[in-house]
Structures are given as structure tokens and as C-alpha cells.
């Protein structure tokens, strides 16, 4: 079955970079492409963007266009998402879906991104 | 890219219907057949509910439906159950080729 795996909690000082890992498996890995949603406490769902793992082309909206970087590594079949220059306002769980159609139907368990001084 | 508006909150009783909208423009709703609908609960993963307007994946409630006009697409649960009191969010495709969800609708089972 499919599984998005994602890395553990992190605690970050304003300013700093944080880089979110998403393996995934059950499925051939380059024909999809992985989406990266966040959820900022007690708030709703951001799109932040997506990768293509095959080609590894991104797109994302644009108020992320500047700090924040998808990559992919085919070989271990793992996305990453890094943010940088964080603020408080990036305290969110960030969650890794893949994208089937227009429906995200596998997600990965999330990851707590706390931004604190 | 603006959020996709949605009502804040939507109630009705067990066994009831009610519908929750979600309100885009031609850029992205009106634009595309690519709208979708997610459940969550609180502290959990969304769920996917509807794919491609009117499309239920395996495993979800035939109670659950889709479908749009115009710039609004619109989710509607009959028979409406316990279970199904969660936030409900929308998401469609733009025309940059990015995606915008709505602002999510909290339901309510009296």
C-alpha cells in the first residue's frame, strides 16, 4: 500500500532553516507528483507547492516562491521541503501528499515545525 | 492567489442534508474540473472525499456527492451522521498550475 513517511518534530529559533523529509513507497515514486500542504495551529490548509520527482520541476505559490525549496532524491525515493529564514508564522505541521488527478488520497502523518526563540 | 471561500461553519441534525459551498473564480473553480474535498478530524491526517468535482474514491460514503456551476462547486452529505461532524475543506487547480484550498467549513451535528 502507499506511505509517505515523514521526518520527526523539529524546533527551530527564528531565523533558521528547517529541512522536512517525505519517503514514499507502494508506488512507482516518479510518476507522481508530491504536494506540500501546511496547517498553522487552529488554522486551515495552505497549499505551499509541488514536485515532479521524475524531472524534479517544482511549482509554488507564490508567497513561498522565496524561501522555501523542494528537492528529491530518486534513489531513495524520498522529497524534501526546506523553509528558510523562519518566522513564527511558519509554526504549522507541514504534511507531504501525492497528488492523484486533482485528489490528494495518500498523506503523509505530518511534521510539527515549531519556530520559538 | 486568493483562498477559496467557503462558509465558516454548517450544522443540521442526523439524517438531514446540507451542502457546503465553495466559491472560486473562473481562474480556478470555474476554470477546471479539478476540485476536490477533504475531511478532517480534529488532530488528524484530511481525508480525501471527492476528486475531479464528482468523483468518490474507494471506500467513501455514497452519502458523500460533488458537483459545481459556474465559480462554485459544492460538497453535500445526506443522511448526515454523527461521524461526519469534522472541518471539510475545498481545493481546486489555478490557472498558473499551482492549487488554493478554501478557507474550510467546520460541520456541526446537532
Known amino acids: 500500500q502507499v506511505q509517505l513517511v515523514q521526518s520527526g518534530t523539529e524546533v527551530k529559533k527564528p531565523g533558521a532553516s528547517v529541512k522536512v523529509s517525505c519517503k514514499a513507497s507502494g508506488y512507482t515514486f516518479t510518476d507522481y507528483n508530491i504536494h506540500w500542504v501546511r496547517q498553522a495551529p487552529g488554522q486551515g490548509l495552505e497549499w505551499m507547492g509541488w514536485?515532479?520527482?521524475?524531472?524534479?520541476?517544482?511549482n509554488q505559490a507564490q508567497k513561498f516562491q522565496d524561501y522555501v525549496t523542494m528537492t528529491r532524491d530518486t534513489s531513495i525515493s524520498t522529497v524534501y521541503m526546506e523553509v528558510s529564514r523562519l518566522t513564527s508564522a511558519d509554526t504549522a505541521v507541514y504534511y507531504c501528499?501525492?497528488?492523484?488527478?486533482?485528489?490528494?488520497?495518500?498523506w503523509g502523518q505530518g511534521t510539527l515545525v515549531t519556530v520559538s526563540s | 492567489q486568493s483562498a477559496l471561500t467557503q462558509p465558516a461553519s454548517v450544522s443540521g441534525s442526523p439524517g438531514q442534508s446540507i451542502t457546503i459551498s465553495c466559491t472560486g473564480t473562473r481562474s480556478d473553480v470555474g476554470g477546471y474540473n479539478y476540485v476536490s474535498w477533504y475531511q478532517q478530524h480534529p488532530g488528524k491526517v484530511p481525508k480525501l472525499m471527492i476528486y475531479d468535482v464528482t468523483n468518490r474514491p474507494s471506500g467513501v460514503s455514497n452519502r458523500f456527492s460533488g458537483s459545481k456551476s459556474g465559480n462554485t462547486a459544492s460538497l453535500t452529505i445526506s443522511g448526515l451522521q454523527a461521524e461526519d461532524e469534522a472541518d471539510y475543506y475545498c481545493t481546486s487547480k489555478t490557472n498558473t498550475a499551482s492549487y488554493v484550498f478554501g478557507t474550510g467549513t467546520k460541520v456541526t451535528v446537532l
Open positions: 514536485i515532479y520527482p521524475k524531472s524534479g520541476d517544482t
Open positions: 501528499t501525492r497528488g492523484v488527478s486533482s485528489g490528494y488520497p495518500d
